[in-house]
């Protein structure tokens, strides 16, 4: 027999291969972060001896989920309102809190980043997420130790800008300044055994001048990294820029050569035919936000067009300002609602293509469907364990659907990265999740209010020994 770090046995795999091979009583070989078998658990057990066993006999095992598009410090923020469209919600409630980020780090201090990263990485991880992209505005690379603490695969954007009509002055960083930050986080991200990548983030066209867009898509072809951006996110913000420019933000695009296949793209809800097929042919990666979209009234993104041409389509959860949470189950329920009730389709996405753009499409968008996204030999060992006993899950119909339409968060009994057992029952392996949480709320409480920000005495649960006022 052959040795194993790791053995998911006997459950119910979703692999979210080509073929979408559902095996019932399958098991998966780890060894060294990898999946090196994946098959009946009759032949597993007979091939493999593991240093660890993980019964999955009443469970449901699916590659971890790719969240496509996320900004960790608006963690803070869940809840803070819910009657705004997105850029009065920029205005009044982000770019605040974005001023005491900027704060941080032009007084060399890394502390609202890194307090953020500990939270919204407890509430990615909750939430079956084991690779994520997260787009922040001038973090300091000692946010390397912060991210290497979750365990988890990180691609961090950097958010650049430069058009002080579009973006306040105080959250503009120097060029010079800003792609000299870009190459000390590579750097950083580059040590051995890191799980993060690094990539250039224009915050929008709007706020961005040809010239620091040309340089980005220069300086990523250099480094070899990827490239992110909100691509017509807002009708307003659409509409401006045509009226500016004479052009689409994505023809415009093109024209400065900026789609190649390192790029996704967040949002991309005001797109026209013309734009979609421009996405497509640069075999450019997208990223849904259904929730968000929603929230704040932006509109329903062509998702169902946009698949159909090709396009590879990832779920994002944008933010928990916006969404306000982190469950991928809803995401990916919210996507297909939204996308029936736009094209009055009942069939614009179903419950099997959702779980893939969870899972392998998101990973595509992101450039990373060699290394994760579905349960195959070779690639890394990224999955969660889903409970079936539960009552929302039961009596069984159909395994996809029932989990795309009546799974949560709460029903993910394990989470695994490179073969690591990160959540067993809602127990953290790597820190006490509680005594982190208490502290994050507690020192960021702290920063807000030293920052002029209110901030509500129930911020923090701990403090409710008498309830909510």
């Known amino acids: 027999m052959q040795n194993a770090d790791l053995i998911i046995a006997n459950g119910i795999i979703l692999t979210m291969d080509a073929d979408d091979t559902i095996m019932y009583g399958g098991s998966i070989a780890v060894s060294n972060g990898k999946i090196v078998d994946i098959g009946p658990h009759e032949i597993i057990n007979k091939k493999f001896r593991g240093t660890e066993v993980i019964d999955a006999s009443l469970s449901a095992v699916l590659p971890g989920f790719v969240n496509t598009h996320f900004h960790s410090t608006q963690n803070f923020m869940k809840g803070t309102r819910d009657d705004l469209s997105l850029l009065d919600w ?6 605040p809190r974005i001023k005491v980020t900027l704060n941080d780090y032009r007084n060399g201090m890394s502390d609202i980043h890194t307090l953020a990263v500990m939270h919204a990485g407890i509430d990615l991880i909750s939430s079956g997420i084991t690779t994520t992209a997260n787009m922040e505005w001038g973090m300091l690379p000692d946010i390397a130790d912060a991210y290497d603490l979750l365990g988890i695969h990180i691609t961090n954007v950097l958010t650049m800008t430069d058009n ?11 060029e010079e300044e800003l792609f000299t930050l870009a190459d000390n986080l590579i750097t950083a991200f580059s040590k051995e055994g890191s799980k993060v990548d690094f990539a250039y983030g224009i915050a929008c066209p709007n706020s961005a001048s040809e010239k620091l867009i040309l340089r980005s898509r220069e300086e990523a072809s250099r480094r070899g990294s990827m490239l992110h951006i909100h691509l017509a996110e807002s009708k307003f913000e659409y509409d401006q820029f045509v009226k500016n420019t004479g052009s689409t933000p994505t023809r415009y695009l093109e024209h400065l050569g900026f789609w190649t296949s390192d790029v996704w793209a967040a949002h991309c809800i005001w797109l026209d035919s013309e734009d979609i097929d421009i996405l497509a042919r640069h075999h450019v990666g997208v990223s ?10 932006s509109g329903a993104a062509p998702v169902a067009e946009m698949r159909k ?6 779920i994002g959860i944008d933010s928990c300002a916006v969404s306000d949470n982190t469950d991928f189950f809803e995401a990916m329920r919210t996507a297909i609602f939204l996308q029936r009730l736009a094209t009055g389709d009942p069939k614009a996405v179903l419950g099997k293509e959702a779980l893939r753009m969870a899972t392998i499409e998101g990973a595509a968008a992101l450039g990373k469907d060699h290394k994760t996204g579905s349960l195959e030999q070779g690639k890394q060992a990224d999955m969660i364990m889903v409970r079936l006993t539960d009552v929302n899950l039961r009596p069984y119909n159909d395994i996809v659907n029932n989990l795309v339409f009546a799974a949560g968060s709460s029903n993910i009994s394990c989470v695994i990265a ?3 057992v990160l959540m067993r029952d809602g127990v953290f392996t790597r820190f006490d999740k509680d005594a982190v949480l208490d502290e994050v709320e507690s020192k960021a409480a702290a920063l807000y209010r030293a920052a002029g920000i209110e901030i509500p005495r129930h911020f923090m649960i701990k403090e409710l020994k008498g309830g909510i006022p």
Do not use: L, Q
């Open 288 to 297: 849904h936000n259904p929730k968000c979209n929603m929230k704040i009234a």
């Open 309 to 314: 041409r090709g396009i590879s389509v990832g």
């Open 90 to 95: 920029i205005n009044k409630v982000s770019f």
């Open 164 to 174: 002080a009509s579009w973006t306040p002055k105080e959250a503009i960083i120097e």
């Open 418 to 420: 490179d073969g690591e």
